[in-house]
């Protein structure tokens, strides 16, 4: 069964990051969210739900206005040719539907499928934003509880810059 967001910010309470959240109308895509922003501090993200050609996943992060380059990115981490996962893999693996990708669904992820990409810039900014496990909100904690929570899950996440 898969984590609700009460459970998420209890982990969260239990590991010690703080966090608010803003409900707002569900945004399924960066786009959606430029409207409701201005008004969550921190740095809003996008999150891709990749698959590379040998099946691994990929899960990665890093700020909404950032334009990712995936070629480079494969490079950079050196993954064989993404793919974007389809949506019956991402309901398998974090218990998400498309929209609701966050990097708090690997709270999810019992099997330890998915390994995690994180974008420098984005750990650069004080606070960051994601969906607490659905698209009608967003959790804004500290870039460094980001790490604390990806490492508590026991994932050692690839750092590298996402973009151009």
Request: charged fraction near 25%; hydrophobic fraction near 40%.
């Amino acid at each position: 069964m898969p984590a609700t967001p009460e459970q998420l910010f209890a982990f969260f309470d239990q590991h010690g990051i703080e966090h608010a959240t803003v409900v707002h109308k569900p945004l399924f895509t960066v786009e959606d969210g430029r409207d409701v922003w201005h008004s969550i501090p921190g740095l809003h993200c996008k999150n891709l739900f990749l698959k590379d050609r040998k099946d691994k996943i990929w899960l990665v992060v890093m700020p909404g206005d950032k334009r990712a380059d995936l070629n480079k990115l494969e490079k950079r981490i050196g993954a064989p040719r993404f793919s974007f996962g389809k949506p019956e893999l991402l309901l398998e693996v974090l218990k998400l539907t498309p929209g609701s990708v966050t990097p708090f669904a690997l709270i999810n992820d019992t099997d330890k499928r998915v390994t995690v990409v994180l974008d420098e810039e984005m750990l650069q900014s004080e606070k960051v934003n994601f969906h607490p496990l659905h698209n009608a909100a967003s959790t804004t904690i500290r870039s460094a509880d980001l790490l604390k929570f990806v490492k508590a899950l026991s994932y050692e996440p690839v750092v590298v810059n996402c973009g151009e």
